[in-house]
T-cell receptor, first 119, second 113 residues
Framework: ETGVTQTPRHLVMGMTNKKSLKCEQH?????MYWYKQSAKKPLELMFV???????ENNSVPSRFSPECPNSSHLFLHLHTLQPEDSALYLC??????????????????FGAGTRLSVL | AQKVTQAQTEISVVEKEDVTLDCVYE???????LFWYKQPPSGELVFLIR??????QNEISGRYSWNFQKSTSSFNFTITASQVVDSAVYFC??????????FGKGTRLSVIA
């Protein structure tokens, strides 16, 4: 148990569906992340939130929409996905080394991921 | 630009053998951190170690040991007397500059009983 919980663990959706992935951390961290892990690619950072503000968006298509209502919760809203979006989506959290606005991040703790299949 | 290379895609060993996972990194920063994570079949990445660039001492934790050599930009990970439970994908990662973690592609370790 890493202190980072992701739900659901598995999700199958059609290309026209709208769904959301949820991540919750119980570690008192102030930075949260979404990663995508595909079968044939390395871990891809998607979004970073530091003190609830988005500080990184790695050219992610707009069909992925993150939301961070507070430092403990992170959502990834999905709509009109493509089959190539099928992957393991991992959430992580960390304590930022600096204060607000700092991009120096500490050890990241990961959830177990949501395995997404887009049909 | 920061980069992490794990040249070994897959390794298979027989239980009780020692195995070393290689990691080579690139960065122009003088201050940086190196990490190893383990990803078992369940999916989550489990943090194993963090090492900063000013600490070149090797570290041992039980059957795990890490060899950090700045001269060759390497941060290799050795498992002694491997066990089936060590079977997982292992990721090396680099934190430097103003960017979050950069991961290598991972090495899949299979330990056969």
């Amino acid at each position: 148990e890493t202190g980072v919980t992701q739900t659901p663990r598995h999700l199958v959706m059609g290309m026209t569906n709208k769904k959301s992935l949820k991540c919750e951390q119980h570690l008192g961290h102030n930075a949260m992340y979404w990663y995508k892990q595909s079968a044939k690619k390395p871990l891809e950072l998607m979004f970073v939130y530091n003190f609830k503000e988005q500080t990184e968006n790695n050219s992610v298509p707009s069909r992925f929409s993150p939301e961070c209502p507070n430092s403990s919760h992170l959502f990834l809203h999905l709509h009109t996905l493509q089959p190539e979006d099928s992957a393991l989506y991992l959430c992580a959290s960390s304590q930022a080394l600096g204060g607000f606005g700092s991009t120096q991040y500490n050890i990241q703790y990961f959830g177990a991921g949501t395995r997404l299949s887009v049909l | 630009a920061q980069k992490v290379t794990q040249a070994q895609t897959e390794i298979s060993v027989v239980e009780k053998e020692d195995v070393t996972l290689d990691c080579v990194y690139e960065t122009r920063d003088t201050t940086y951190y190196l990490f190893w994570y383990k990803q078992p079949p369940s999916g989550e990445l489990v943090f194993l170690i963090r090492r900063n660039s000013f600490d070149e001492q090797n570290e041992i934790s039980g059957r795990y040991s890490w060899n950090f050599q700045k001269s060759t930009s390497s941060f290799n990970f050795t498992i002694t007397a491997s066990q089936v439970v060590d079977s997982a994908v292992y990721f090396c990662a680099l934190l430097s500059g103003n960017t979050p973690l950069v991961f290598g592609k991972g090495t899949r370790l299979s330990v056969i009983a």
